[in-house]
């Protein structure tokens, strides 16, 4: 069973084969199922193969397809690498990404490039597949970057949209930044350690690096730079919240689900390079936890529901970039997953508000939506829930381990867990926020919405993910064997104390925002009058102004480097020799005068000249 | 000294040569025919080569002190004696239109032919004139040939006044020089100038012999259109009508240049510092000043005055390389290199007085737009040539830039390679530019006069270009004749 | 003896297309096609082990024995590989020509077979007097096929394209010249033998000269930044088959040259050099890329990524490890294909609309549905997709480089970025965004025919053979690859403990 | 009895000769050129006999006579051009025949 690992990546790959060799031209009702079913295929498979796995006791299963390419010592294989971590991943991508794709046949069902979109979506899947199953960074990269292609064509999906094609572009460019780091990284482990066999790598890297060397800082920090530009991370988070300008099914599984998180798989995958070097591991809980504050904020200022979302994104794998920092390895993959369960969810059920408002997105024209949509109210009421770890939903009890995972960090554990605390707080208010807005008050609608969008294919779907967002923290994650040394403590006592606040803090939000926006209790506008509160929001809603900063540092001044060199500098050098020669020539050639007699006095002259030269010499 | 039979023996490609040209001017006393006399040179030409070549087997003898028989000097008169009897061929449509007595133009390209002989087989002063004025004179004559035509396009009167006037002072300084030398020397054979210190006179000093020896460069530099003795060349190239210019460019050029090596070796004044100095300067100015003047020329004939003027400085590396190498490389590069300019230059002309008559000359460059599609053959040819004269595989003119190459390499003259470099490099320019005028799409107006297109012009230019082929892709027997004979300079 | 047969097929088959014209205008390209599949099929019987030297076929026969020069032709995997690369491209040529060339196709297919016997003649000649012939041979019919059947400016390209090939190749010949000497002062004869050659030493500052005379040569036609200005002109000019045969296989020639002569001919001065001429390759990289993103003529911009993809191609040559030359090779093969691909898509563009100016096109999507696909494909693989021929050579050169110069290679690295920058921005461009019906007549904007379609097809599976199953092409280079590095080690050896 | 040195000869003929030249740069009229060319030859002429002198030989004479013949023929040649420019320019000033330039 388990060396029918090769058909995970292969049924998708083939659906994208089939939909793309016959032009996209295929009707619907023979496209949607190849799409989707070719996803449910390898769901099947994969949970076949999950659990004769989980039951063989094996710490990990080696596949070799074939030797991809052999160089001198660098010899990297098309070779699969099955262990705890990556059997969830695997789950996560084939399940979520199966009832995602389900969704969507109902989703596009009026799109004319239908066949197009689901293409897209299969070798996405595909490469998403190769990236957590392959043994070694080059096949990892190939997903990495293959997940990469897929994202840009999938926001840019509605092309004639100029905007939209500068988003894709932008998300391709800022991960490439992020990658191409990545790939040095690559370049620096083979030159000093012969291989990039993840598991030799690692052994190496702890055979001869001692703690906090040169090399291992060095190495993880390339690959952090990787991590942070694909989990939209600072300083490269700006592309993700553009992202949205995609069809809702891709940000509910690229920009939440699947790719986003890849950052943060690469990284669990490499532990041990990070443990080499602690300062870059410490500096990832940094990062997750000022990433998690600042899109915090932003989300409290959006309008657009997508965007809320997208911060929101940005702001929980910042908590999961955090537990990794802290070495709360399998808390940061339980919360990958539940976060995959209910942000999927959240999309999803955007996606039948969006729809069912003719594509409305502000929700500041939505409003008093709970009687009309009851199916997309009751999944943000749960989605809701979890995403702001409402006691015994799922997001509650990955980000608890989290936390407490923070806080067992000696020293500066007490201050991330608080800041996690605090992130915790807003996420409260921004996520209830949306969705009071939306489902309360009155109604700011303006096309009435006759019915909700719908049918088996998009509401099956959202059932289970509530299901899944729900329950899903029961759900026991089995990556001991993969951590088991790497793990950085084991359960100690923590207070009760502790434990109140952290389950108070979410309530003390979602109460705050209650207050604002549903009992209007306090009044936004006043808060807004003053002139700090406005200048704050601004800043808030513009991301940070991290797009502006990026704007006048890189993008302005390339921009203008190459308009002032269209023309290509070099060439004028040679251009100048041309003029040259010319002018050379004009001028001798006015010693063809055709007269005679100077003629002759140039020949006297050149005697005269020789002679003398000649006896001087 | 007594002249033996075996004298008359060697001396015959000269004597028939010679012996043409009597029965030419007999042939017009009686009457008055210009296909005959045409027949007449070309055939006695033929033979005056065919005998060459035979004797071209190990002979090398003194015949009087005037004339040296080797087989250099044999491989040139064939040479020297095919090249004419090409350009009379060439010559006989050009020539059919005019409106004057056309035989006399025979007997002149005759006589120059005979002096042409003279010269490269000549080592010693007075056969140097006389070879050099008897050649002179009669193209004097050939240049202002057309000057009575009512319909003669060109200026052959403005051109022969020119070249008479400055090619007799060039004389006058080359004899000069001669005299000096021989007031040195003490003899009119081409003899060493070094270590004269123990001759019984003792000498006038090096400074006197420096004088001299670069009063005889300039009148050989004048007569090779050397910078800066180059400027009368266009004038005259452009003027004359074609087939003048083309002995000029080709016979004239070569015999004179065979002289210029036999004085070099013989004399041996590169041993002179300052001569050495002077030649490479002259080199340079040639190789730069003749490419520059053609870059942007729109007269075919002025351009190719110009690149030859180029070529020319070429060829004066190779003289200075073999100062410096022990080897016969720098004689071989010069000889392969005057066959190959032979070759490709005759090519050009040909190709060019294929297309005019003594009344219209197409010679600018414009008339040549789309040559390609209305001629093919014609085209390919003179493109051939043109890749030739700037030096592009496949052709005898690569084989000889290669040879010049490596004679400069075996010499690390690096300067006058690189000026070489610079030169050829500006020199792809003009010379592809002819090339795209043919490859242009051909106007509607404008269409060749053909009368100069007879079999037998096609015939020679035909020879030219297959041997251009030949000797650019298999070269190696020709290569292996011309370092046979060098070894007699 | 094969080798042999392999070139005199395309210049005899040159002839017959020429003069075949006059049965019909179409028999030409027939002659020139069937003429490039019997090479290519010939090549087949290359594929083969070959001897100690790896060495498949070899002929040699007297030439200028006064010169010690002589026919002498050989292959080893990495000629045979470029061989076949060569064919190949002269197929997909022939095919872009196919439609577009209608006057006087006769002399244009000559002129093709006899620049692709050129090229076949470079590949495999091991006397340094016959490469340098094949090296210029090749040029003319190039130069003709720009100036008679190029574009607005054809003149200016094409003699922009001779000059420079043709100075900087008479540098070479002054080089080659130079060494032939070295031999004949060290081993008292002339040669001009790649083998006697290599026994020669070059060290010391006349070495380093020389070496310059050949790096220059092939820097110009690789080419590199600053010698690369030609390039634009040339391709923006020349026909489509012409640019496809140019960026395809004549920039290629370069690569060659500095892999099979400069490096083992000048061991010790290549190594003193090698770090300027990874900075160089850097420069190239980046630079190019730049200049790229600002140009609107999209075959301008095409012609300057090549420039910035072939830097990758001279990292990898002066890292001379085996990862790097591999990955140089590779990025060879790929890039022949990806970017003959583009400029028949370019070209295909130009034929239908008449433009070539971006800001005059967008939103061709819908109109052209497979022609988007196909250049998507194109566009990806030239930004170094995994999983494409192209990164693997990339990548390879890359990983190989870091182990010589880290420095160059981090610099060079964020190449991978540029070339996505520009490489999206032209399908943004072209065919994303909303169509407009713009100042151009569109009525000849069809989408791809079935012909071109084979063509593509052929190259993409090219390229995803070499991005998934590289293997195939490694092992043919790699006993050539090995020769050389044995034949350098000594130096390299001596370079890395600091003795040069 | 004394003999004069060589070199005044020489130099005597040098002066010459240097006239020659001057004559053709300065002189317009081609009548006067032509005869400033002789002149020059002449001049050279001289040279020689000087040389010959200074070897007690022969030759120089000999060189002396074939340079008479010489300037003979190029001012025969010469005169007949003249003869011409004359016929089509009614004049013999040299500077008309500058129509071929550049």
Redesign the interface.
């Known amino acids: 069973m388990l060396e029918l690992i090769w058909l995970l990546p292969t049924f998708p790959l083939l659906g994208f084969l089939a939909l793309?060799l016959t032009?996209?031209t295929l009707p619907k009702q023979i496209a949607g199922p190849i799409g989707a079913g070719s996803i449910g295929l390898s769901f099947a498979v994969a949970a076949l193969i999950a659990m004769e796995f989980v039951g063989s006791g094996e710490d990990y299963f080696v596949y070799e397809a074939?030797?991809?390419?052999?160089?001198?010592n660098?010899s990297p294989g098309?070779t699969f690498y099955l262990d705890g971590l990556s059997t969830v991943m695997m789950l996560v991508i084939t399940g979520v990404g199966f009832l995602i794709h389900l969704y969507a046949t109902g989703y596009m069902a009026d799109d004319p490039s239908f066949a197009r979109f689901f293409s897209y979506m299969n070798l996405f899947v595909a490469a998403m597949l190769m990236l957590v199953l392959g043994d070694n960074l080059?096949l990892l990269?190939?997903g990495w970057?293959?997940v990469g292609?897929c994202s840009?064509?999938l926001i840019?999906f509605w092309?004639?949209?100029?905007a939209n094609?500068y988003a894709?572009?932008k998300a391709?460019?800022v991960t490439?930044?992020g990658?191409?780091s990545m790939?040095?990284g690559?370049?620096?482990l083979?030159?000093q350690l012969g291989t990039l066999n993840i598991q030799d790598l690692m052994h190496a890297a702890e055979g001869e690096w001692e703690i906090g060397s040169g090399y291992a800082v060095a190495a993880a920090l390339l690959l952090l730079g990787g991590a942070v530009g694909k989990s939209a991370q600072l300083p490269l988070q700006t592309w993700l919240p553009d992202a949205m300008a995609g069809p809702t099914p891709i940000s509910a599984l690229i920009h939440a689900a699947t790719m986003v998180t890849a950052g943060v798989y690469l990284i669990a995958r490499t532990h041990i390079l990070f443990e080499l070097a602690p300062s870059v591991q410490l500096l990832v809980a940094w990062i997750g936890l000022a990433t998690l504050l600042i899109s915090g904020f932003t989300a409290m200022t959006q309008s657009d529901i997508k965007r809320v979302l997208a911060y929101s994104t940005v702001s929980q794998i910042g908590y999961m970039f955090l537990g990794l920092g802290v070495g709360a390895w399998s808390a940061s993959v339980f919360h990958l997953m539940t976060h995959a369960f209910f942000k999927a969810l959240l999309f999803l059920a955007s996606g039948t508000v969006i729809l069912s408002l003719h594509h409305e997105q502000n929700i500041f024209k939505m409003g008093a939506l709970r009687k009309a949509l009851p199916v997309s109210f009751a999944s943000f009421l749960i989605g809701s829930l979890a995403l702001t770890a409402f006691p015994f939903t799922s997001g509650y009890f990955s980000k608890d381990e989290i936390l407490l995972g923070a806080l067992a960090v000696e020293g500066v554990g007490t201050w991330l867990w608080l800041g996690g605390v605090i992130g915790a707080f807003f996420t409260g208010i921004y996520t209830f926020r949306l969705f009071f807005i939306v489902f309360f008050g009155e109604s700011n609608v303006e096309h009435h919405v006759d019915r909700e969008v719908g049918g088996w294919h998009m509401n099956g779907p959202l059932i289970i993910l509530m299901i899944l967002a729900l329950v899903g923290g029961f759900i026991h994650v089995p990556v001991e064997a993969v951590f088991s040394h790497g793990e950085a403590h084991d359960e100690h006592h923590v207070s009760g104390l502790i434990h109140g606040i952290m389950i108070a803090v979410p309530l003390i939000g979602i109460g705050i925002s209650y207050l604002f926006f549903m009992s209007k209790t306090f009044s936004v506008e006043k808060l807004m009058s003053s002139g700090l509160a406005q200048s704050l929001h601004k800043f808030w809603l513009g991301g940070w102004g991290f797009d502006t900063l990026y704007n006048a540092l890189i993008v302005a001044p390339?921009l203008f480097?190459?308009?002032i060199?269209?023309k290509?500098l070099?060439?004028s050098?040679?251009a100048l020799i041309v003029t040259l020669?010319?002018a050379?020539?004009?001028m001798?050639?006015k010693?063809?005068?055709?007269?005679?007699?100077w003629?002759?006095?140039?020949?006297?002259?050149?005697?005269v000249?020789?002679?003398t030269?000649?006896?001087?010499? | 000294m007594t002249i033996t039979a075996a004298d008359i023996y060697l001396l015959l490609p000269l004597l028939l040569v010679t012996g043409t040209v009597v029965v030419a001017m007999t042939a017009v006393g009686i009457k008055r025919d210009y296909t005959t006399t045409a027949i007449i040179t070309i055939t006695g030409l033929l033979v005056a080569a065919i005998a060459a070549a035979v004797l071209m087997s190990g002979t090398n003898q003194q015949v009087t002190p005037l004339l040296i028989i080797d087989q250099y000097s044999l491989f040139f008169t064939v040479v020297t004696c095919a090249s004419a009897m090409f350009i009379a061929i060439l010559s006989y449509p050009y020539l059919l239109a005019l409106d004057d007595s056309r035989e006399e133009y025979y007997l002149l390209l005759g006589v120059a032919t005979v002096g042409a002989v003279v010269m490269v087989s000549s080592n010693h002063f007075v056969s140097a004139i006389l070879g050099l004025e008897t050649m002179s004179m009669s193209l004097y004559g050939m240049v202002a040939y057309t000057v009575h035509s009512k319909s003669a396009a060109q200026h052959p009167l403005e051109a022969s006044v020119k070249y008479l006037v400055l090619s007799a002072a060039a004389s006058g300084i080359l004899l000069f020089g001669m005299a000096l030398v021989y007031a040195q020397t003490g003899t009119l054979a081409f003899s060493s100038l070094v270590d004269l210190a123990d001759s019984s006179r003792g000498d006038l000093g090096n400074d006197f012999t420096i004088v001299a020896l670069l009063m005889i460069t300039a009148g050989i530099a004048f007569k090779l259109s050397l910078a800066p003795f180059h400027i009368w060349t266009p004038d005259v190239y452009e003027g004359s009508p074609l087939p003048a210019t083309t002995y000029l460019a080709t016979i004239g050029k070569a015999a004179m240049f065979v002289i210029l090596l036999r004085f070099m070796e013989a004399s041996e004044a590169l041993a002179f510092e300052g001569i050495l100095t002077i030649l490479s300067l002259i080199a340079v100015a040639s190789i730069l000043a003749g490419n520059l003047l053609a870059l942007m020329q729109q007269n075919l004939k002025r351009l190719l005055a110009y690149s030859s003027i180029a070529h020319m400085g070429y060829i004066l590396i190779a003289i200075i390389a073999s100062y410096y190498v022990d080897g016969r490389i720098g004689i071989e590069a010069i000889t392969f290199y005057l066959l190959a300019y032979l070759i490709m230059s005759l090519g050009t002309f040909g190709v060019a007085s294929m297309v005019s008559d003594s009344s219209k000359e197409y010679d600018s460059i414009d008339d040549y737009k789309g040559l390609f599609w209305r001629q093919p053959v014609l085209a390919a040819i003179f493109t051939a040539m043109m890749l030739s004269l700037a030096g592009i595989p496949l052709t005898v003119g690569f084989i000889g830039k290669f040879y010049l190459f490596f004679a400069g390499v075996e010499g690390a003259l690096w300067m006058l390679l690189a000026a070489m470099v610079i030169g050829s490099g500006i020199g792809l320019y003009y010379y592809l530019r002819v090339i795209y005028r043919m490859l242009e799409p051909a106007p509607e107006s404008g269409v060749f006069n053909r009368s100069g297109q007879t079999a037998s012009a096609f015939g020679v230019v035909g020879i030219l270009f297959v041997l251009l082929l030949v000797l650019g892709v298999y070269p190696a027997p020709v290569i292996d004749l011309i370092e046979a004979i060098s070894a007699y300079i | 003896m094969i080798l042999v047969t392999l070139i005199a097929i395309l210049f005899v088959g040159g002839l017959v297309a020429w003069f075949s014209e006059r049965i019909s205008p179409t028999m030409p390209r027939l002659v020139a096609l069937i003429a490039v599949t019997l090479d290519l099929l010939l090549m087949f019987s290359l594929l083969g082990a070959g001897d100690a030297g790896g060495w498949v076929a070899t002929f040699e026969a007297d030439w200028i024995p006064r010169f010690g020069i002589s026919f002498y032709f050989a292959a080893d995997g990495l000629s045979v590989l470029l061989l076949m690369l060569t064919a190949f491209l002269g197929i997909i040529a022939i095919g872009a020509a196919w439609g577009e060339i209608t006057e006087r196709s006769g002399f244009f297919y000559f002129n093709l077979l006899w620049t692709l016997a050129g090229v076949l003649g470079v590949f495999t000649a091991l006397d340094l007097f016959l490469f340098f012939f094949f090296w210029e041979v090749m040029l003319i019919p190039m130069y003709l096929i720009i100036a008679i059947w190029g574009h607005e400016n054809k003149h200016y390209a094409a003699m922009k394209f001779f000059i420079f090939t043709q100075v900087t190749g008479m540098l070479m010949l002054i080089s080659i010249l130079v060494l032939a000497y070295f031999h004949y002062v060290q081993k008292g004869s002339l040669s001009f033998n790649y083998h006697d050659l290599l026994n020669v030493s070059t060290a010391g500052s006349m070495g380093m000269w020389v070496m310059l005379g050949f790096f220059l040569s092939f820097a110009t036609k690789l080419p590199s930044v600053p010698f690369h200005s030609w390039l634009p002109d040339a391709h923006s000019q020349a026909p489509t088959a012409g640019s496809v045969i140019l960026a395809g296989i004549l920039l290629k020639t370069g690569a060659y040259g500095l892999i099979r002569f400069t490096v083992p001919l000048f061991p010790e001065a290549s190594m003193a050099f090698a770090p300027y001429a990874m900075a160089l390759a850097a420069i190239s990289i980046l630079y190019c890329a730049k200049v790229a993103f600002a140009q609107t003529d999209i075959k301008r911009l095409i012609a300057y990524t090549s420039v910035s993809h072939m830097g990758f191609v001279t990292l990898g040559i002066y890292a001379w490890n085996e990862q790097a030359l591999q990955g140089a090779i590779m990025t060879m093969l790929a890039h022949g294909l990806s970017a003959a691909a583009l400029f028949m898509l370019a070209g295909g563009l130009q034929h239908r609309i008449h433009t070539r100016d971006m800001s005059e096109m967008g939103g061709f999507w819908p109109k052209v549905p497979r022609m988007t696909a196909v250049a998507i494909f194109f566009s990806v693989a030239a930004l170094g997709m995994p999983g494409l021929g192209n990164f693997i050579g990339e990548f390879l050169a890359l990983i190989g480089a870091f182990q010589a110069n880290i420095t160059m290679t981090v610099l060079a690295a964020f190449g991978l970025i540029l070339a996505s920058v520009y490489s999206l921005w032209v399908l943004q461009k072209v065919f994303q965004g909303e169509y407009r019906n713009a100042d151009f007549d569109d009525s000849h904007l069809t989408d791809l025919s079935r012909r071109e379609m084979i063509y593509f097809a052929l190259m993409m599976v090219g390229l995803i053979w070499m991005g998934m199953y590289p293997q195939s092409f490694l092992n043919m280079s790699e006993p050539a690859l090995t020769q050389l590095l044995t034949s350098t080690q000594g130096v390299a050896v001596a370079v890395l403990q600091g003795a040069l | 009895m004394e003999t004069i040195p060589v070199e005044h000869g020489l130099i005597l003929a040098g002066i010459l000769f240097c006239l020659g030249l001057i004559g053709v740069l300065t002189r317009r009229n081609i009548v006067f050129v032509l005869m400033s060319l002789e002149v020059m030859l002449n001049a050279s002429g001289l040279a020689f006999i000087v040389a010959a002198t200074r070897w007690g030989h022969a030759e120089g004479q000999v060189m002396f006579l074939m340079i008479l013949t010489l300037a003979a023929a190029e001012v025969a040649v010469g005169l007949g051009l003249i003869i011409q420019m004359f016929r089509r320019y009614q004049t013999v000033d040299i500077s008309v025949l500058s129509e071929m330039k550049g």
């Open positions: 793309v032009g996209g074939w030797t991809w390419m052999s160089v001198g660098f098309v080059v990269y190939l970057e293959g292609l840009y064509l840019g092309y004639t949209n100029p094609g894709a572009r391709f460019v490439r930044v990658d191409t790939a040095i690559l370049f620096l083979f030159a390339f480097l190459a308009r060199n269209r290509d070099v060439d050098f040679y020669s010319q050379a020539n004009g001798i050639v010693t063809q005068t055709g007269s005679l007699r003629y002759a006095l140039t020949l006297v002259g050149g005697l000249i020789i002679v030269l000649g006896v001087l010499l």
